[in-house]
């Protein structure tokens, strides 16, 4: 676990050296630790280096770390993988931001399951920006209309957009999204977070205006499950 520090330090610092480079202040960018699959040992640790938000894809594993380290002050959990509309009350009730929102009726079961006291969940629209389908995600033409529908629910506030880009096609698909993200802030001003940039292509997602990267394997170590963080 002594590492976890380490690596999370050298992860900080590489973030502030690229905005150097972009003249963009990194305090804008928001790191979030993926900690799916790895043990709540490993979270503490983290957190005890400094780190305050953390990416979790299952829901039952979000709830799990959430409850046993709810005694950590300003500790924020990010739901950051696909979402069933059965397992919408554990991250409404556990979660402060989600990434992945792709359908009304899960944010409409997000907005009716928020407890009332709680701050409002913090939502991201996740665009299938590659066109796979194996990917969740809406597509761009889809946005306008969700936009303003999650923007009118209460219990939700709209922040931003969330993408996975395939393999290879993160130049392209960050360009984008970028834009995707600019036309989206002329309709809704407070949806200015862009979630994308990975362990492997993290600096370039930050060339084109990310404010959260989602690390884990460059933080906690490899795994062997899919890509996405």
């Known amino acids: 676990m002594n590492n976890i520090a380490e690596q999370l330090s050298a992860a900080y610092q590489n973030i502030s050296e690229n905005c150097a480079k972009l003249s963009r202040d990194p305090a804008g960018v928001r790191l979030i630790a993926v900690s799916k699959t790895k043990p709540v040992e490993a979270v503490a640790s983290a957190y005890q280096a400094g780190q305050r938000q953390f990416g979790e894809n299952y829901p039952q594993e979000l709830v799990a770390k959430a409850e046993q380290l709810a005694a950590l002050p300003d500790i924020q959990w990010h739901f950051i993988g696909p979402l069933q509309s059965n ?6 009730e556990h979660a402060s931001w989600v990434h992945s929102v792709d359908r009304l009726k899960i944010a409409e079961r997000l907005a009716a399951q928020r407890p009332a006291s709680l701050q409002p969940l913090q939502v ?5 920006i590659s066109a796979e389908d194996s990917k ?3 597509s761009a ?7 303003q529908a ?3 629910l209460p219990g939700l506030t709209l922040r931003g957009l969330m993408a996975i ?3 290879g096609d993160s130049k392209r698909a960050f360009a984008a999204m970028q834009k995707l993200s600019e036309n989206l802030q002329q309709q809704h001003p ?6 994308m940039g990975m362990s492997d292509d993290w600096p370039l997602a930050l060339q084109y205006g990310a404010t959260m990267i989602r690390l884990g394997t460059a933080i906690f170590g490899a795994r062997t499950y899919e890509r996405n963080e």
């Open 87 to 92: 397992k919408t009350r554990l991250v409404a």
């Open 124 to 128: 991201l629209l996740q665009i299938n």
């Open 136 to 138: 969740a995600g809406i």
């Open 141 to 147: 033409d889809m946005l306008p209309e969700l936009a």
């Open 150 to 152: 999650v923007a009118e």
């Open 165 to 167: 880009p395939a393999p």
């Open 190 to 195: 407070g949806a200015t977070e862009l979630s």
